[in-house]
């Protein structure tokens, strides 16, 4: 498996499973399957460069859990989230794009995904 280069230049293994860490737990009812969500997210590569980010657009995004809409590590990442959580998750390229590249992101990218839940319907 190729490695890619850590925010230190180090090279590192890309992840070979989803990585959850709550910075914040939030209160109500959790995300389940079906609910339509809505959140802010910054997402980087191992190295540090940011390649996307709700936050810099001014806008949350949502999407409906357990249609496919977004990537594996999204689906499993926000199931069981609450509103005002915050997590970050890190996702690894057979739960992301893979072996595609997909504008800033390089082929076969490990994604590290900041992800604050605004908001559950």
Same mark, same amino acid.
């Given at each position: 498996m190729p490695t890619q280069q850590n925010e230190q230049g180090q090279n590192e293994q890309p992840a070979t /499973? #989803? @990585?959850? /860490?709550d910075f914040r737990v939030g209160t109500g009812v959790e995300a389940k399957t079906g609910d339509t969500v809505s959140v802010n997210y910054k997402g980087t590569l191992l190295n540090g460069t940011t390649f996307d980010s709700s936050y810099d657009r001014g806008t949350p995004f949502s999407f409906t859990l357990g249609q496919n809409s977004v990537i594996q590590g999204w689906e499993r990442g926000v199931l069981g989230m609450r509103a005002g959580g915050k997590r970050k998750l890190v996702i690894p390229p057979d739960l992301a794009y893979g072996p595609r590249a997909i504008g800033l992101i390089p082929a076969n990218s @490990? #994604?590290?995904?900041e992800v604050e839940l605004l908001e559950i319907k």
């Open positions: /499973e #989803l @990585t959850i /860490e @490990t #994604l590290v995904f």
